[in-house]
């Protein structure tokens, strides 16, 4: 019984258990018929990967970043704008999204990962801010507020529904791949002691760097996929506001876990829904329980009914009457 509730195996079962929510997910439009909750469905998944990446960063190596969104920003203006002055396809425009969120993101983690703690987020924040305010203020380039159309890519909404959860499962592939490899255990050390990584010969910088560009290919491909869906952007997408609800769909779902993002997304955005008549509120909402997971239950959703389900493996068979 050891062995089921041991680390590996821990981390197989969060695998197992993303697959199987990905599958209700599957499963979700033969129930909501309606084509406006069919697009919440659908940017609820832009927001898991968006938290998947950041949860890479902060969960699995223990970087604090506050630039998810602004990484999702610019894959979504890289593929808008080369659609808007050069008519370039969706197709290509994609790609170059990724390439260039992940480009960007290697050279800022080549500045700010030899920083720690809070130098490392207000350096982020910072480069989110400053970021978003160049492309706001780049009238002539990006339309500045007045928001950028970029073209669609596929006309249903159900088929829409169907790529953005086929690039969902295969970011949990990809994830749990690497995490379960060397580069994974690597992450790991980091997060837990930088130090004791580094004198057992874990190259801190350069590993930190390789998580720092991954999460921030997988936010720009998220972005592409949301511009041409929404077939329209704007420099709110790099709000701070954005930021963190990312963060509390990772926290609340389960930080370090892969199907926490997974869960957060889903169910923070679709809260959002529902309190969007409150206004800002919704905001304050999620504050609060970020900050109740995050001194009560620091693995989320996904931790509590993990651990819920290990007390009864662990509880011993009741004795036998003589």
């Keep these: ?16 258990v ?12 033969l129930f909501v018929g309606n084509e406006y909750w069919r ?12 938290a998947a990446a950041w949860n890479l960063l902060a969960g699995y190596t223990g970087q604090f970043s506050l630039a998810p969104a602004t990484f999702g920003m610019i894959g979504a203006y890289t593929t808008g704008l080369l659609a808007y002055h050069f008519g370039v396809p969706p197709l290509i425009g994609i790609p170059a999204a990724v390439l260039t969120a992940a480009l960007i993101g290697f050279a800022l983690g ?10 490392l987020a207000l350096t982020t924040l910072a480069f989110a801010e400053i970021f978003r305010l160049v492309i706001y203020n780049s009238i002539e380039i990006t339309r500045g507020d007045l928001g950028l159309n970029v073209p669609g890519l596929i006309d249903s909404r159900i088929a829409w529904y169907y790529l953005m959860l086929a690039v969902l499962a295969a970011v949990q592939v990809g994830l749990f791949l690497m995490l379960r490899k060397p580069p994974g255990l690597y992450l790991r050390a980091i997060r837990d002691d930088e130090i004791a990584a580094a004198s057992r010969g874990v190259k801190v910088v350069v590993w930190k760097t390789n998580a720092f560009t991954i999460s921030a290919a997988i936010s720009g491909l998220a972005g592409a996929l949301y511009a041409h869906f929404a077939q329209f952007v704007s420099p709110e ?30 169910l923070v955005y679709i809260a959002s829904e529902f309190l969007r008549d409150v206004g800002g509120y919704q905001l304050v909402v999620f504050a609060l329980l970020v900050i109740i997971f995050g001194r009560f239950f620091r693995e989320g959703l996904w931790g509590l009914v993990y651990r819920a389900f290990e007390r009864i493996v662990r509880r011993p068979a009741p004795a036998a009457k003589a």
Excluded: E, N
Aim: glycine share 16%; net charge positive; hydrophobic share 55%.
């Design 110 to 119: 080549r500045i700010v990962l030899r920083l720690t703690g809070p130098y």
């Design 18 to 29: 993303s697959l199987v929510a990905l599958a209700v997910v599957a499963a979700l439009p």
């Design 237 to 266: 997408l790099g709000l701070i506001g954005q930021t963190g609800i990312i963060i509390s769909m990772a926290v609340i779902g389960g930080l370090g876990t892969l199907v926490g993002p997974i869960i957060g997304g889903f």
């Design 39 to 50: 697009g919440v469905l659908i940017v609820s998944m832009y927001f898991a990967m968006l």
């Design 1 to 16: 019984m050891r062995d089921w509730i041991g680390p590996r195996m821990r981390s197989k079962h969060d695998f197992a």
